[in-house]
């Protein structure tokens, strides 16, 4: 590849600016550098926020955790809930949830990635496959296909309703409700609740099927388009049960490396920091993990739908097993490495999280009476792993002898495709973009690869203490910028007018 | 045996005892006045001024004025509410109080009062006070982030418990509760969590460690009715989503 993430003089380019990325979570920005004749030479993905949950809550009790970390995202808060929870069980001395509780929380996971899941492809990713790249910005987007697909449209708002609803039944707000306290849960579901959420399922089963059956459409009938654009091959990383099923709540690490071979397998979460590391760029808050064996240029690779199903070696509820199956076929025993395929996997990830809601909504032990574990020996670290809908994420909490964080590192779903991300814009901009006059729609095509990730950049930022910050003291009446502090990738402070260091603390 | 005395509590009779305050005469008749730092069990206090009411004219605290016989109070007035809205106001904005994350939500007094005001926004700029949390003790955590200086901890510990564990130090904006130690941490104190004092915080302030979010979201005090139903938190037993041990 002839883009370069970083090139060596870059003030000589010609900078075009892609921002905000619509149609995703959060906010970040594409830059593409061009020369005269709009060959481009660097491009890189940005996230542009800064969060900065990892630092405040240092010092909070550990049992406010997965109610304050939630708040990272609108979307899929109850991952963080849960990841944060299942954290807080190690820290609480509890390895084994009662069944109630274990499949509450199951249940509650299982809503939430049917509901992001729908949100991502039907409001946010549908006008990609149903307008043409080049359609009209005012009309390629959900209002558009509102207006022109209604019927697609209404089914993904019920769905997205529907795992809303599972939310709200289990956890009490469909938004950032609580469900999780150390060693297990705080209510289990009545009767009445139960047979609300049995009502509409399995008309939730029939959509998952056809959105799937759509997208194989769209698939044949572009077969060069969809299997070569933003197509990297990558190494994929997710959580795996111990038989080797999909399971998004609880298991142990695999990765695969491009060729299909294992790098670790069924790897206890606990060890992570032995096989990933994450290294900063000064230009993104968002880190850039690796797996530590391969080293930081070769060890990136994909987590999320695309990964999980490449992993897995099958789907343990049988339609979504099917639709694994039928998929995996694409590639005649290989990985699938296709990454507008991840909008295919999304949606068999949908139709299992639908089944897998209706074989638990069947057990009698999400009406039983034992919320939680008995509280052993306070542990000084916990961590908590589970899949989120974007993929693998990590909370990792170190407490004090009082019970107070005193450390936390999140490695969000996103943040694990951070360059994969960016060696797919980069495909993208060489193959589609590179040397013609840059026109939006053919800016839309960098969007479209990386709404393909769905990325949630919002929950990704996290690069605390080593990114640059500039902090600029601006006079409100005439908008003149009056002072300007920056703080350079290798912690120095210093005044930008007037170049002199400060000492740490000052600033 | 006394004649019956009584005054008026926005146009109603409301009979009363000598000594009383116009808050307990109040409450003997089942009409709620928003209060705080108020507690029937204590000696009124008079700080929170949530308790505003108008008293032949005059704004006074209803908990700290005697009521007297032919007396004309308002309590539920327009005026009345946007003054207790504003002292609410000012309580959230002088602390730190992130009720989304916080333990006492859907149970805490304060944000029921608010609630019960009509208090939709802070209004104020925050102050951001930097204030700590003393986890020192073994079964208690102290969030000064949520202290309101009702000093209910305060009487409680010295009134009941006979510990004085606790303590309001410096003046005006810069009072600020203390823990009655050398050191100032809980953990070095007789403190526990069957304590009076455990049991009164109308916030989040006074903790119980390893516990937390146990009642469902729909399931809380306040989640069930509004304060003016369902009393304050320290009055209602803790099988019930109160702070009262039974």
């Keep these: ?507 | 045996m006394s004649q019956e005395q009584s005054f008026t509590l926005d146009g109603q009779p409301v009979s009363f005892e000598d000594g009383q305050s116009i808050m307990v005469a109040a409450r003997a008749a089942g009409i709620y006045i928003p209060h705080l730092c108020f507690n029937p069990e204590f000696k009124a206090h008079g700080s929170c001024r949530v308790c505003l009411t108008k008293v032949n004219g005059r704004i006074q605290a209803s908990c700290a004025t005697p009521a007297a016989a032919g007396q004309t109070v308002e309590s539920e007035t327009e005026e009345l509410r946007d003054i207790r809205c504003g002292i609410l106001q000012m309580m959230f904005v002088e602390g730190n109080h992130i009720c989304p994350a916080c333990e006492k939500s859907g149970a805490c007094q304060l944000q029921a009062v608010a609630y019960y005001v009509g208090m939709l926004e802070p209004h104020y700029p925050h102050f951001y006070p930097r204030r700590t949390v003393d986890a020192s003790h073994p079964d208690a955590v102290i969030d000064f982030n949520r202290c309101i200086l009702c000093e209910l901890c305060v009487r409680a510990s010295r009134d009941v418990d006979g510990k004085n564990v606790f303590a309001v130090h410096g003046r005006g904006i810069h009072a600020h509760l203390v823990i009655n130690t050398p050191s100032g941490r809980l953990g070095a104190t007789t403190f526990s969590i069957t304590d009076k004092a455990a049991q009164v915080c109308p916030t989040g302030t006074i903790l119980i460690k390893h516990r937390g979010y146990e009642s469902p979201i729909g399931r809380r005090l306040y989640d069930r009715q509004p304060v003016d139903v369902a009393g304050d938190v320290a009055q209602v037993p803790e099988s019930q989503g109160g702070r009262r041990h039974d």
């Design chain 1, 1 to 507: 590849m002839n883009i370069a993430e970083t090139v060596a003089e870059p003030e000589k380019l010609r900078r075009v600016v892609i921002e905000p990325l619509s149609r995703v979570e959060g906010h970040g920005k594409v830059t593409l550098l061009l020369d005269e004749e709009y060959h481009i030479r660097q491009a890189r993905l940005h996230i542009v926020e800064f969060r900065g949950f990892e630092k405040f809550i240092q010092g909070r009790p550990y049992w406010e955790v997965p109610i304050i970390v939630q708040r990272l995202c609108g979307i899929c808060p109850v991952s963080h809930h849960l990841a944060a929870g299942k954290a807080v069980d190690q820290l609480v001395g509890v390895d084994e949830l009662p069944p109630t509780a274990e499949k509450i929380r199951r249940l509650l996971h299982l809503g939430q990635t049917l509901q992001s899941h729908a949100v991502h492809f039907f409001h946010l990713a549908s006008p990609d496959f149903l307008f043409d790249y080049d359609d009209r910005v005012a009309h390629r987007n959900v209002v558009g296909v509102i207006a022109d697909h209604p019927e697609i449209a209404r089914r993904g708002v019920l769905l997205r309703k529907y795992g809303q609803e599972v939310i709200r039944v289990v956890a009490g707000k469909r938004v950032h409700g609580i469900a999780t306290v150390p060693g297990g849960v705080n209510k289990a579901l009545t009767v009445a609740e139960r047979d609300y959420l049995l009502t509409d399922l399995d008309q939730m089963i029939e959509w998952g099927r056809d959105v799937i059956k759509r997208m194989r459409q769209a698939f044949e009938k572009n077969p060069g388009y969809f299997t070569d654009f933003a197509t990297i091959r990558s190494h994929y990383l997710s959580l795996i049960r111990a038989d080797g099923a999909l399971d998004l709540y609880h298991g142990g690490l695999r990765a695969k490396n491009r060729r299909g071979g294992l790098i670790f397998d069924h790897l206890d979460y606990q060890r992570y920091e032995q096989v990933l590391r994450e290294q900063v760029k000064p230009w993104s808050y968002m880190k850039f993990p690796f797996i530590n064996s391969l080293g930081p240029e070769q060890g990136w690779y994909r987590v999320g739908p695309l990964a999980r199903i490449n992993n897995c070696d099958f789907i343990p509820t049988p339609l979504a097993e099917q639709e694994r199956r039928d998929f995996m076929a694409m590639g005649r025993g290989q990985l699938i490495h296709v990454t507008l395929a991840y909008h295919w996997t999304r949606m068999i990830e949908l139709l299992y999280a639908a089944e897998a809601i209706k074989e638990l909504l069947h057990d009698p032990d999400l009406l039983g009476s034992e919320l939680a574990a008995p509280l052993g020996p306070l542990a000084q670290e916990g961590i908590g792993v589970v899949e989120a809908p974007r993929g693998t994420l990590f909370h990792h909490y170190r407490i004090n002898e009082d019970g107070l964080i005193e450390k936390a590192n999140l490695i969000v779903s996103t943040t694990n495709n951070n360059q994969a991300m960016n060696e797919s814009i980069r495909q993208v901009a060489e193959r589609y973009l590179n040397g013609k006059e840059l026109t939006e729609p053919l800016l839309n095509q960098i969007e479209v690869a990386v709404r393909a990730y769905d990325p949630c950049l919002s929950c990704a930022t996290h690069a605390l203490g080593q990114m640059p910050l500039v902090v600029e003291l601006v006079e409100e009446a005439s908008g003149t910028v009056v002072d300007c502090l920056v703080r350079d990738a290798d912690g120095t402070i210093r005044n930008a007018e007037f170049p002199r260091v400060l000492e740490p603390g000052l600033a």
